[in-house]
């Protein structure tokens, strides 16, 4: 994948939350990035490092977790092809949590003093990463809410509605079928389930036909019915054209 794909698929993603004008696709082109490809389980920041990059997803998977003082393990979130995870890094001096890769991954690293000379020189640039920044506050508050007051059937169907739209609007998928490659260890990380409960909710879905899976491969068969199961509603990824 060359620099300029790299950078096509960031715009991708900023042009579904923001408005993003000839001009600023010509600047964000610019950003030198620096690829480079991961296995799974691979810390690319750790909680206490004070790095000088911040990267965006262009293959895979990536998860922000945090780890009780026992070693237990919580993903607090997601995030897909066009998001920069740690773009936050360019205001907080330290990590409060890890970002590791639950698939293989690629990623593109981008110097902060690079993408802060681009934020002071272009206005509406820094508005595309400050609304990215708050969409994925807004992703983190409906996590909260999925965990602490979601039954775990519901919290299941919310989390695949959640990555099967995410994925449709940045391109990576089409109709209602996509490639999830976690491991249903890392699927009860994220929902605060064991991997047997984890296995169980996904038969209940596949037994009521809302889904149907072939390896890593996840077909929400009944969209609308998938959606009433998981309680979701789209408004908190703020996308500008959301699919339905």
Known sequence: MSPTSSSDV????????????????????????QEKDFLANHDLVREGDQPVYSFVVLEGLIGSTKYTGEGKRQITSFFVAGDIPDLHGLHLSVMDCNFSTLTPARVGFMRHDALRNICDQHPRIATAFWRST????????????????????????????????????VG?????????PITQAALGDALGLSTVHVNRMLQELRREGLIATTGSRVHARDWAGLKRAGDFDTTYLHQKNPAD
């Open 172 to 180: 990576r998928i089409e109709d209602h079928v996509a490639d999830i």
């Open 10 to 33: 960031l715009i991708r993603k900023l042009q579904t939350i923001s408005d993003i004008r000839e001009a600023e696709i010509g600047v964000l082109k610019s950003i030198p990035i």
């Open 134 to 169: 708050l969409i994925d506050a807004a992703i983190y508050r409906e996590w909260v809410t999925n965990v602490g007051r979601r039954e775990a059937y519901t919290r299941m169907a919310h989390i695949l509605c959640e990555l099967i739209s995410r994925m449709r609007s």
